[in-house]
């Protein structure tokens, strides 16, 4: 990881940049067009690594791929789908996990698929073992090599009943991007109901798939034979969007958030104006501004989809260490997710974390020895220190508290940010941030 950011802090952001499409879906839809038998059109399409890895991943399987970038545009052609050679998958993956969701499309196309070693975010136990389970379930053979997993369908795929252990939000999309063209019914059971999941089930509906979401967390896919393409403007990232939220409220500043939609944030803005907050819902988009006062302590735990989105928690406990009393949170999603603590605690902040379940939910870490819980004591002042960022939302969680500690503190490894925050150090920018890079990364393109 290259980059280093030198931020001297202290200074309220103000201002207004745009968000566009989540990171969290716009990869899937990407995927998603393997399946189709023509071209298809994806818009709002946001400047990140994710998309660039993506992009380069469905090049290297003969898929045509035009990006506009400044019109955030991608035009998909998959008409001549080919297998790539393991070497290259590998190379240009790197710690990307997008390959395994790769392997249903694939399968339906090509009959085979490849999945490297597979990298991400180092927040937690995230196994592909749901998702071998899953291809297993629809007929699937699963080869390990020592390059990787080879992956074949010598008699098709079928539908099949799944039941997940835990609404798992990749397990989930897995199951979509393989149940659509899947002979027969494919029923899941405990699945993932996230608005980009909703999303990706949208642009799988416009593609010509038969798909139904019951209340109890039950999708019904029916397989077809043959999809199309799609056009479809993805929504809005509500992670990003958070972010910068939090980042205003952090460093007492006020910053109109173009793009971000209500619908998608409501439980954030809830718990952002318990803590003290202000914010202000338009058309086009969101302001977020700290009013001045207190900022409140509060119990906070995250879930899965309606309940308070893990991804938001990091940003926000940045400004909970400004805020008066104690603060609890309790992490149910990912199990290792409060590492970005310490380097907080390094700047000032009194954060103390535990194994034990505190709030109202027992969890399944409650019994397995994980640090998921934190109680934040504040306000702290926070002071400038060296940061290496960790990953993506625990570096941009650290990036927020460089902007409002006092002094000048450097950021190492700024660049993995690039994987979810389009243009950045732009947005800093314009937000009135003073902050300089040294060692910058080549931009980011998908042409």
């Known amino acids: 990881m290259s980059g280093l950011l030198t931020v001297e802090g202290g200074t309220p952001l103000h201002g207004e940049i745009t ?7 716009v990869s899937k839809a990407m995927v998603a067009a393997l399946l189709g038998e023509t071209p298809s059109e994806l818009r709002n399409v946001p400047v990140i ?32 789908v080919e297998s790539a050679h393991v070497a290259d998958i590998d190379a240009h993956a790197g710690s990307s996990r997008i390959p395994i969701l790769f392997c249903g499309p694939l399968l339906h196309r090509l009959g085979e698929a490849f999945i490297p070693d597979l990298g991400g975010c180092r927040i937690g136990d995230r196994p592909i073992n749901y998702h071998l389970d899953i291809l297993r379930s629809f007929g699937a053979v699963v080869d390990k090599q020592v390059q990787g997993i080879y992956i074949t369908a010598p008699l098709g795929l079928h539908g099949t009943r799944i039941e ?9 999309e897995q199951t979509l991007l393989t149940a ?11 699945a993932a109901t996230e608005p980009e999941i909703m999303d990706l089930i949208a642009v799988l509906q416009k593609m010509g798939a038969i798909i139904s ?4 967390r039950t999708i019904r896919i029916e397989g077809v034979a043959h999809l199309g393409g799609f056009r479809h403007t993805a929504l809005a990232d ?29 439980t954030f803005l809830n718990t952002f104006r318990k803590v003290g907050g202000a914010f202000d ?99 702290t002042p926070l002071r400038a220190a060296d940061i290496d960022v960790p990953d993506l939302r625990g570096g941009f969680s650290h990036l927020i508290a460089a902007l409002a500690a006092e002094g000048t503190s450097r950021v190492r490894g700024i660049t993995l940010i690039n994987r979810g925050y389009e243009n950045f150090l732009g947005k800093l920018e314009a937000l009135g941030a003073r902050a300089t890079i040294a060692d910058p990364a080549p931009a980011v393109a998908a042409r």
């Not at 998309?51 to 998959?78: K, N, S």
């Open 19 to 25: 968000v566009r499409g989540a990171k969290n879906f």
């Open 49 to 80: 690594s994710d998309v660039e890895i993506v992009a380069g991943l469905l090049r290297l399987h003969g898929v045509t791929v035009d990006y506009d970038v400044e019109g955030g545009v991608l035009h998909l052609d998959p008409s001549n």
């Open 164 to 172: 997940l252990p835990y609404p798992s939000v990749g397990a989930t």
């Open 180 to 190: 659509v063209r899947a002979q027969g019914l494919t029923e899941l059971r405990n």
């Open 213 to 216: 979401v019951d209340t109890d």
């Open 238 to 266: 509500r992670i990003e969007a958070a972010s910068w939220a939090s980042a205003a409220l952090a460093t007492h500043g006020d910053v109109f958030v173009r793009g971000a939609s209500q619908p998608e944030m409501m």
């Open 281 to 379: 819902v338009r058309e086009d988009g969101i302001r977020f501004w700290h009013p001045g006062g207190d900022l409140r302590s509060i119990v906070l735990e995250t879930d899965v989809h309606p309940g308070f989105m893990t991804d938001w928690q990091q940003p926000l406990v940045v400004a909970l260490t400004q805020a008066d009393g104690l603060s609890i949170v309790h992490e149910t999603v990912y199990e290792n997710r409060f590492g970005f603590t310490e380097a907080l605690r390094g700047m000032g902040a009194t954060i103390q974390v535990y194994r034990e379940c505190l709030g109202g939910l027992r969890c399944r870490f409650g019994q397995r020895n994980f640090l998921h819980s934190a109680v934040v004591s504040g306000p």
